[in-house]
């Protein structure tokens, strides 16, 4: 039955290189979308089944996961983690005068659920806003990549074939050496797998009919308040009590934030140091920390 599986994949692999070259002939502007999907290889995510599977996944329901025809390896996406750069970033956009009103406008609006969160967590609310409009400007942008794809496509890489394919469509728009490469790819490859597992974990737990509907940034973050699935499970909240954590509505985002920073340490009268450190838990970056903080201040109500 996996043979026969593969001679048909491999067999639609061949028919989608027909077409591309066809359709590249025939249509020049498509020359780009045809090239992405000629880069798929005939089953990028072949040893991560059957490494989910000896975990304790059902072949069933990977099945249903991967034999959908929008799971797709994300090279560019994926490529991203080995050319990102914290301090490219443009941090300044939100602390200009419209985005902290924004955020101000922002505390009105979910004025029920912030200051629900900030009396049973003991963390305040501006700080919580401020971690919203970084990091999703307020939950008006929460990514648009599928979390299942992003996810399987780094977990992916500690299969050689991947790592080396991925390598070939990147080598020339990095300075990284081969060998920190493969460094890079062996340790995204191993984190990426356990959020994996965390995130199959939790649309099984929530019931999500197609797990490749959930979006995402390209690091796999999801939600208003772009929690990892691992921190989902482990720190996530059902703030409006409908007996789901579904962290793309505000109330059950504020809450997870809140009950995130207490976690790390978040108290009533924090010092600036501490506060750094709780920040730091969220986003292992100084300009990130450093830009809620001054969101944070702007916020407070002066004295």
């Given at each position: ?49 059957q490494h989910l599977v000896k975990d304790g996944f059902t072949r069933e ?8 025809p929008r799971v797709v390896f994300e090279t560019t996406a994926v490529g991203r983690f080995f050319l990102h750069q914290e301090s490219t ?215």
């Amino acid at each position: 039955m996996l043979k026969h599986c593969l001679a048909q994949r491999l067999s639609r692999w061949t028919k989608i290189n027909f077409l591309c070259v066809l359709m590249t002939v025939l249509f020049p502007p498509l020359l780009f979308s045809c090239l992405q999907a000629a880069e798929q290889p005939p089953d990028a995510f072949a040893a991560l089944r059957q490494h989910l599977v000896k975990d304790g996944f059902t072949r069933e329901a990977l099945n249903q996961c991967y034999e959908n025809p929008r799971v797709v390896f994300e090279t560019t996406a994926v490529g991203r983690f080995f050319l990102h750069q914290e301090s490219t970033l443009n941090y300044g956009q939100f602390l200009t005068p419209e985005s902290i009103q924004k955020a101000r406008q922002y505390m009105a609006q979910q004025r029920e659920w912030l200051d629900k969160a900030e009396a049973e967590y003991q963390v305040d609310k501006e700080i919580i806003t401020a971690i919203l409009l970084v990091e999703t400007k307020l939950g008006t942008f929460v990514g648009r990549i599928s979390t299942l794809n992003i996810l399987s496509s780094m977990a992916a890489l500690s299969d050689p074939d991947v790592r080396e394919m991925l390598w070939q469509s990147l080598s020339d728009k990095t300075n990284m050496t081969r060998e920190d490469y493969q460094k890079k790819a062996d340790q995204k490859s191993r984190w990426a797998y356990a959020e994996l597992t965390a995130f199959l974990t939790y649309v099984d737990r929530e019931k999500i009919a197609d797990p490749v509907d959930v979006p995402g940034s390209y690091a796999g973050a999801m939600g208003i308040s772009q929690f990892m699935p691992s921190n989902i499970l482990k720190l996530g909240v059902d703030g409006d009590k409908d007996g789901r954590i579904n962290l793309f509505t505000h109330a059950d985002a504020i809450f997870s934030v809140a009950n995130y920073l207490r976690h790390y340490g978040w108290k009533p009268g924090i010092s600036p140091a501490d506060a750094r450190k709780a920040l730091f838990a969220y986003n292992h970056s100084t300009y990130y920390v450093d830009t809620l903080m001054q969101i944070f201040n702007a916020l407070k109500p002066q004295p």
